[in-house]
């Protein structure tokens, strides 16, 4: 535990001595703190991470509680010193998992806050940088549009294991040609969420379960007419636009 001056949280505030893989700071939400805490206390800690073992240029950063730390320094004659939990990291892995960690408990973050954190925590997480990189390109870049959340389901072998920042690909180039197809329907035809899941599933189930080929350019031509002609248009759930790809797929 450790005592800081409200001075010395206001530094920690500022966006160069923020982390990198940290969330902005929202006034909306520091407003709704505030508020908390006038009526109730301060309910938990802010924890402070000692980063000088790997960071030369800081030594304390905001590991949890910047909401909380920002809405404490707006009434500085009220809280003139906060009381912190300290904890000393060796390194920015042992920061981010524990980021992960405590966003995942509370079910504040969402995939594109995992996918960001852990893009950028950068080289340091080498074995798993690269997949990463390749699907935060993807999202921000590629396939701007299609929802992250989606992406990771089309991407990932396994939720859990991305969220703590050991992403693998199930079959990228197999994704890739599903993540065409998918910005096609958004794109071209205005398809939401329950089209895209749909699709996935249809084709994760062809691919990965009944253990047979896709041939896309032909799912993309019949999409295309099928659409065009209205043939979706009793689709009211993923399951029923799975079975209306399955149907328009297998017609002679």
């Not at 996935?200 to 896709?214: T, V």
Request: with cysteine; proline share 1%.
């Amino acid at each position: 535990m450790k005592e800081f001056k409200i001075n010395e949280i206001k530094e920690l505030l500022k966006e160069k001595n923020l982390l990198e893989f940290n969330r902005d700071i929202s006034q909306r939400h520091t407003n709704s703190i505030l508020e908390s805490v006038n009526q109730c206390g301060i309910l938990r800690l802010p924890i402070i991470g000692d980063i000088s073992e790997f960071d030369a240029r800081r030594k304390y950063v905001i590991v949890d509680g910047q909401h909380l730390c920002n809405a404490l320094t707006t009434d500085p004659i009220k809280h003139k010193k906060i009381m912190c939990i300290v904890k000393k990291y060796n390194n920015k892995k042992e920061v981010i998992k524990d980021v992960a960690k405590l966003n995942n408990v509370q079910k504040t973050w969402n995939d594109e806050n995992y996918l960001d954190a852990w893009y950028k925590f950068g080289k340091d997480n080498i074995e798993h940088f690269s997949n990463y990189a390749y699907l935060w390109n993807t999202y921000n870049h590629i396939f701007d549009g299609l929802p992250c959340g989606f992406l990771v389901d089309l991407y990932s072998k396994n939720k859990e294991l991305f969220r703590e920042g050991k992403l693998e690909f199930r079959d990228v180039k197999f994704s890739d040609k599903l993540a065409q197809i998918s910005f096609m329907l958004k794109q071209d035809y205005n398809k939401g969420a329950f089209t895209l899941q749909g699709l996935r599933n249809w084709a994760f189930n062809r691919k990965f379960k009944e253990l047979k080929d896709i041939d896309f350019i032909k799912l993309e031509a019949r999409l295309k007419l099928a659409i065009r002609n209205n043939e979706d248009k009793n689709c009211n759930g993923r399951d029923d636009f799975s079975e209306f790809i399955d149907r328009i797929y297998k017609r002679v």
